[in-house]
């Protein structure tokens, strides 16, 4: 289409946005008449990038800090990291393990820690870098003193926007990321003709921190009269060339008014309002393929929204998100603190309850998980797809020793299936080096992946021995893909998945050696993720890989957390071998290691071990809690509890205490539901919102924005309300005195079913239940129980345990009074 036809018919489509928007939620706000359990809004702009708010279609993201005067849009593209396709397999690693196994054992744990560094390290150490891509700066006129100032995100349909009066204009902007036509459009209107006058300015990003590296290098130019184009490559970074290329673009449409380009700037003036669509690609197509033309993916998105008008854009945007965020509704007790900014509902729940900005909190979580994964797209990592920072904290990369896992902990719950295949993706590419590492750093069949990954989906040890000897990242990562099978049921997927899990269960099987006990099969060499136990010897030691002073080393046998991972990972083959039709040596072989691992052991203090061995943390108040990692997200230690081992579990959460960082808390509440303790895990959340919770909702891993902690505060709000872990369907099992009522529609439980309850008093007063795949259901009984279908009365056994089972039909609905 002609540029000028393509303006003519935008300009006839978009006379008002307003009609495409059903809400007026600057009014809703004034009138407290909108949902606050959706809604995030603030009367001040964002003061800082972490207090910005985010928009994402899965592939681009921005972080919208509402400024009048200068408006600062930054943007984010997923694939542009540092570096390019590299490989950090060392060959012949495996020749050394015996020997670090040997000295394991003998208690020569630093000897142990250096030959690991030595021979069984990655090279590279380190790994690349997620990167920001631009910030869209808009200079406006006539802007700087602004009254009766709004701005807001609305969880339910994904925009995010600002509002104020100037000079006696009413001027408003609306943001939003599409995901059916691949754009960020900013939407821009006034109440008064011919008020919008603006300097865009569209400005790239590079390393000045490490002028060593920075060959990331960058050009900004007009676009014709309507537009400004960045065009970039990405950093060589640690010998690795940086591959990378990448174009960014804006397109103005004004209605009325001029336009013209000036150098970098697009000047706008005189305008009824103005429409901006911004694109971004890279030549990004696999982790070992860098081909594509950027330039074309970004004419070919230009070319597609051309076809559409700016209504259809929006519409198809909206219900694109609906189409996921609507699955789920809670509603928790709304206060008269309900409805004030975002901010002061934080300061006012430490001492007067609003219930609701827990489930603000949990659809929060699901929001992110929409705008950062979505098929086809990669997995959220450490900062979602939100980056500001050319060397943002940990890289923003994917760390699995307790992070990427916890960004997916509410995706099989809260009804986003679809949103886990960039993780399922990941899994199956890391097989791709993990075979490599198998082989050559351990002698192993099958395949194996350690802390951290990036892009290239490099899986070798990696940062150093105090974190590298954490081996079973791939296993709980395999653990997220049985999760998948068990809230679907789907065999087809099974049968996809079955020999990635089977590739892990392969290397465990070789890597696992006897203890010096005779007892045990355990790991050697591990560690418990990041945490140096007072035993060994351990002493403020030089790390000559690190090149600096650590507490010691975390080197050890048979860390708790990897014998409660194998011990879930073990048992999950097993069942899944089971449903295939599959029993021979090798599962006989997997059955007769799991009775073999170590088990869940109480220490001399009363507190469950983190170690084999009776060690203790030298950290008093530690982060992780990775020797609870059966009681949850696992399964393991809830199976095996008993009045002596829950007095264990608990000991350890007094001892590390209820604050610490957003992902430590939002694992604390999950961890105080299982226990069944619900007012604890509201009491930590209320911590979190305090210390490690940005104006934004995004949390903080002490002062870095991450991603995890809001995904966990999700995965624990539903816990609190609901569990599914030992395929019973328990409802309101950790329920705060705060939350006496509420309702939870279109959560999601194992077996593939999907609920809708309220509760009242804290006792359920409606329950149905949609059976997605025709299972087994399985309810906590109580007096006088009534199950019906259509109308008709559905029968159920009564097992001497209280628990009622019952047939279901697949697609049909029960209702339970």
Known sequence: ??????????????????????????????????????????????????????????????????????????????????????????????????????????????????????????????????????????????????????????????????????????????????????????????????????????????????????????????????????????????????????????????????????????????????????????????????????????????????????????????????????????????????????????????????????????????????????????????????????????????????????????????????????????????????????????????????????????????????WGTFTVGGAWLCTQLWEHYQYTMDKDYLKEAFPVIEGSVTFFLDFLVPHPNGKWLVTNPSTSPENFPDGGGNKPYFDEVTAGFREGTTICAGSSIDMQILYDLFGYYLEAARIMGKEDAFVQQVRSAREKLVPPQIGRDGSLQEWADDWRSLEKNHRHFSHMYGLYPGKVLYEKRTPALIEAYKKVLEERGDASTGFSRAWKMALWARLEDGNRANKIYKGYLKDQCCNSFFALCGRALQVDGSFGVSAAVTEMLMQSQEGVIKLLPALPDEWNEGSFKGVCARGAFELDFAWKNKEVTRLSILSKAGQECRLVHRPGMRISSNGKKISYTIQPNGIISFGTVKNAVYRVE
């Open 1 to 466: 289409m002609h540029r000028s036809l393509f303006c003519l018919v935008v300009l006839f489509l978009v006379s008002a946005m307003g009609k495409a928007q059903q809400t007026d939620i600057p009014a809703a706000i004034s009138s407290k008449t909108f949902n606050p359990s959706t809604l995030l809004w603030y009367n001040t702009p964002a003061k800082k990038w972490e207090d910005a708010l985010p928009v994402g279609n899965g592939r681009l993201g921005a972080m919208v800090f509402g400024k009048n005067g200068e408006e600062r849009i930054q943007l984010n593209e997923e694939t542009v990291w540092s570096g390019g396709p590299y490989s950090t397999v060392v060959k012949g690693g495996y020749k050394v393990l015996p020997e670090i196994q040997q000295k394991v054992f003998a208690g020569k744990y630093l000897e142990a820690h250096n030959l690991f560094g030595r021979n069984l390290m990655g090279y590279p150490v380190e790994q690349q870098k997620y990167q920001g891509l631009a910030n869209l700066h808009l200079f406006f006129k006539g802007q700087d003193s602004v009254s009766d100032y709004k701005r807001w995100l609305n969880l339910e349909d994904g925009v995010s926007g600002v509002s104020y009066s100037a000079g006696g204009i009413r001027y408003q902007r609306e943001v939003f990321a599409s995901a059916p036509d691949q754009v960020i459009v900013i939407r821009i209107r006034a109440d008064k003709p011919g008020s919008i006058s603006f300097t865009a300015n569209l400005r790239g990003v590079r390393n000045q921190t490490h002028s060593n590296y920075a060959t990331d290098y960058f050009r900004m130019d007009p676009y014709g009269s309507d537009g400004l184009v960045l065009t970039g490559k990405s950093a060589d970074y640690m010998g690795v060339e940086g591959k990378l290329r990448y174009e960014a673009r804006i397109k103005a449409v004004p209605e009325g008014g001029s336009m013209r380009t000036d150098g970098v700037d697009l000047i706008i003036e005189n305008a009824d309002a103005v429409t901006l669509y911004f694109a971004a690609a890279t030549n990004f197509v696999n982790y070992k393929d860098v081909s594509a033309d950027q330039h074309q993916r970004v004419n070919d998105y230009f070319k597609k929204v051309e076809q559409r008008s700016f209504n259809a854009i929006l519409s198809a945007a909206v219900a694109d998100h609906q189409h996921y965020f609507d699955r789920v509704a809670l509603s928790l007790p709304v206060t008269a603190n309900s409805f004030l900014p975002t901010p002061e509902r934080v300061q006012q729940i430490q001492s007067l309850p609003d219930p609701a900005l827990a489930a603000l909190s949990y659809q929060f979580g699901r929001y992110l998980m929409i705008a950062s994964s979505r098929p086809g797209t990669q997995p959220a990592n450490l900062q979602g797809i939100w980056n500001d920072d050319m060397n943002p904290a940990w890289d923003s990369k994917y760390t699995t020793n307790i992070n990427t896992e916890m960004n997916y902990w509410p995706v099989e719950s809260g009804n986003l299936p679809e949103c886990s295949e960039p993780l399922f993706k990941m899994v199956k590419e890391l097989t791709d080096q993990g075979s490599q590492v198998a082989r050559e750093h351990y002698g192993a069949r099958g395949w194996v992946f350690h802390q951290n990954t990036d892009l290239w989906r490099v899986a070798a040890p990696m940062d150093g021995p105090t």
